[in-house]
């Protein structure tokens, strides 16, 4: 099942500020949603809570991404993506 990956302008443009290639985002979402369908994947997610609730902390060294996912449409909405320390402001 082939999944669409939405991408905030926010999260865009952190991709372009800190050079980073979507393709490497896109592996790292695929494995999650592989994971999250019961695959034995080595990610690290935690859901989230407060006003982040309904959506995913994807933790990649020191990135932090944060998505939602819709399984029933398949599609990931990445929200934001920024460094472990201002992802959560």
Same mark, same amino acid.
């Given at each position: 099942m082939n999944w669409r990956i939405d991408i905030s302008q926010s999260a865009e443009k952190f991709l372009i500020k800190n050079k980073i290639v979507f393709s490497d985002v896109e592996k790292i979402i695929s494995k999650t949603v592989r994971?999250?369908?019961?695959?034995?994947?080595?990610?690290?997610?935690?859901?989230?809570?407060?006003?982040?609730? $309904? +959506?995913?902390?994807?933790? @990649? $060294?020191?990135?932090?991404?944060?998505?939602? +996912?819709? +399984?029933?449409?398949?599609?990931? +909405?990445?929200?934001?993506?920024?460094? @472990?320390?201002s992802v959560y402001k």
């Open positions: 994971y999250l369908s019961g695959g034995d994947e080595n990610v690290d997610i935690r859901k989230l809570k407060g006003t982040w609730k $309904g +959506f995913y902390r994807i933790r @990649r $060294g020191k990135m932090r991404i944060i998505a939602e +996912f819709h +399984f029933g449409d398949s599609v990931v +909405f990445i929200e934001e993506i920024d460094w @472990r320390g």
